[in-house]
């Protein structure tokens, strides 16, 4: 039974077609994932299935009628809920509040009925398997247990179609294990599920069907029994983008950075370590190692309570984030939102930012006309969608926004480029070219540190790993000498 059908759907913004005559249809209980390259029209095909958005032409029909919705409160209605990548929960709410806004249960008086609203909460949690207090604070949970309330709420609304938009981009194995174990259940409900993700091994784990957008444009429509990875790829980018890792670099010469007995209060403690010319330093780490609060040490991001650092053998002190760019050290964050971009401005001047002391004329003026070029430069460099200086940061893709921050950083001339989660929520194209970017970078002779939950990432990438655990390096593995392994690394991340 097909529940939910669009055909020839078009979309365009401002002269600039988005979609091209998008056909898809999914089936009552199943999942079917649907996966592009960032910028290839997913995220405003399911903004117009969900109400967010309106098509410009085309026609949508769910469960036989055919629909028009002009909010997402009308999809909701009709049963289409869509989780967002970017979570809509107000944490200093409870959960059980976060669960009822805007459709709160009331009792005779016409007030809030919480007693109701904490058992309809509890039965629905109880339903999927998933243990969360209604009276917790939402903002006390971790971000896979505010995934699974923002799912049991598409529940509560009696949802016959959730539309899921990269809900593993933030999550632990652990949290994904449970997320799937939720979608099989829904399944088993003949709850039907769009599932967009660009991690392909979780799509041929979880989907029973996929579709494949290229430009705006449907290319394929397959079971997933029927498909191989290779050939999703293929479709994804219009071209073989060859090897996901570049061939890791052979000569590692002296040290550019090196720091010694770095404490952060409540995260690391005595943290020492060494980035040569040359390489790339993988870090790795399960969630709340330290990793990350370690490697913003560096920078005083997070504030030290102790520590040395030598910049290419000289002694030198970084007092903030700024400080460490005027040094040839910078950080690129893993929050690109909410720290890593000015949202609002263009990649003109994103891209710049960092850099605009060097780019001022004799009156002290800033120099668009050069920072339009370098911006030209680097939307060639990194490929970015739509190649234009003028487009505003807000308006990209996801990948197209991670593709600018790394410009961003490039742009500053690093002699080290610290790298947390560089490829998270990005499509396998663009992987890709980072990873190219960054084995470039090293091999003009910078040091590159890298951040990553993907262990296949930091096992490609690295020539050396540092392993943390309980905010302590574990262990130190070299690539070259045939160390780092999966089991090496999940052995020194893990207790035993």
Known sequence: MIVLEAKDVTKGFFGNQVLHGINFDVRQG??????????????????????ILRRDDGEIRFQ????????????????????????????NLSVAENFFLRHELRNALGLNNWRAMHR????????????????????????????????????SLEAKLIILDEPTSSLSEREIEQLFRVIRDLKRRKISIVFISHKLSELFDVSDRLTVLRDGRHVATNDIRDIEPDDVIRMMVGRDIGSLYPARGTKIEEPVFECRNVSVFGYVRDLSFTV????????????????TEGMLG?????????GAFLIEGKPASISDPSDA?????????????GSGLFLNYDI??????????GHTNRFGMIAWGSLRERARSYIKTMDIRPPRVDVRTIDLSGGNQQKVLLAKALNAKPKVLIVDEPTRGVDVGAKS????????????????????????????????????????????????????????????????
Do not use: C, W
């Not at 040569?276 to 330290?290: C, D, N, P, Q, Y």
């Not at 560096?298 to 102790?306: D, F, Q």
């Not at 655990?469 to 045939?482: K, M, Y």
């Open 30 to 51: 199943e999942v079917h994932a649907l996966i592009g390259e960032n910028g290839a029209g997913k995220s405003t095909f399911v903004n117009i299935l969900a109400g």
């Open 64 to 91: 036989g009628e055919l629909v028009n919705y002009q909010h997402p409160l009308d999809a909701m209605r009709d049963g289409i809920a869509m989780v967002h990548q970017e979570l809509s929960i107000v944490p």
């Open 120 to 155: 309809r909460a509890k039965e629905i949690f109880d339903a999927i398997g998933v243990s969360i207090d209604p009276a917790s604070p939402a903002g006390s949970l971790s971000v896979g247990m505010q995934q699974l309330v923002e799912i049991a709420k598409a529940i």
């Open 276 to 291: 040569r010319k040359g390489e790339i330093l993988g870090i790795a780490g399960l969630v709340g190692s330290g990793r």
């Open 298 to 306: 560096m920078i005083n991001a997070e504030a030290r309570s102790s």
């Open 325 to 337: 760019i005027r040094q040839g050290i910078v950080y690129v964050t893993e929050d690109r939102k």
């Open 348 to 357: 003109t001047r994103n891209i710049g930012s960092g850099t605009l002391a």
């Open 433 to 496: 070219l980072i990873h190219k970017r960054l084995r470039e970078l090293a091999s003009q002779g910078s040091g590159v540190v890298l951040i990553s939950s993907e262990l296949p990432e930091v096992l490609g990438m690295s020539d050396r790993v540092l392993v943390f655990r309980s905010g302590a390096v574990s262990a130190e593995l070299d690539n070259h000498l045939g160390q780092v392994t999966q089991e090496a690394v999940m052995d020194h991340a893990t207790f035993r």
